[in-house]
């Protein structure tokens, strides 16, 4: 019989901004769930990252207000062993997700954008915050928080269902 994944990934362009961000956010989330959902791992990934660089200063002052760390976190590319992990993938933005289906084949059947079940009348993106002042990353981080109960009520329907 073959395992379950157990992987939740979040990408972005750099590791350093939104999907750090979505990555606290969705396991700070899934923490407060019950079990198999509180069982999930969340992992962050850059299309265009390298390894090891810090999360942007302005990320982590945005989740410091809510009491989430990123100070220990460190910049990893997409790879194609964290892709099979994957039980789903969430980008920040179509163009992500379309590098992803360019350059790695075997992805899981679940690739969605980090908004996308919030509705039509929500843009289903997030836009980059990097190089911006602080309340560009505030602003991200709000719509990121926005998203979370969408994204537990479609993980609870897929994974336990």
């Known amino acids: 019989m ?19 961000m979505a990555e606290k956010l969705l396991q700070h989330a899934l923490a407060a769930q019950d079990a198999p959902l509180n069982q999930l791992q969340v992992a962050s990934a850059g299309v265009a990252a390298g390894y090891g660089d810090p999360a942007s ?15 220990s976190h460190k910049s990893q590319p997409v790879t194609d ?49 990097y190089g911006q002042n602080y309340a560009a990353y505030a602003a991200c981080f709000d719509s990121m928080a926005e998203a979370i109960p969408s994204l537990i009520t479609y993980l609870k329907n897929e994974y336990t269902g």
């Open 2 to 20: 073959r395992t379950k994944r157990k992987l939740i990934l979040t990408i972005c362009t750099g590791n350093i901004c939104r999907s750090p």
């Open 57 to 71: 200063a302005n990320s982590v002052a945005a989740l410091k207000k809510v009491q989430l760390d990123l100070t």
């Open 81 to 129: 062993d964290l892709i099979k992990e994957a039980f789903v993938i969430f980008g920040m933005t179509q163009s992500h997700l379309d590098i992803l289906r360019h350059y790695h084949h075997d992805l899981p059947e679940r690739v969605h954008l980090f908004r996308e079940f919030m509705g039509p009348e929500h843009d289903p993106e997030i836009p980059d915050p």
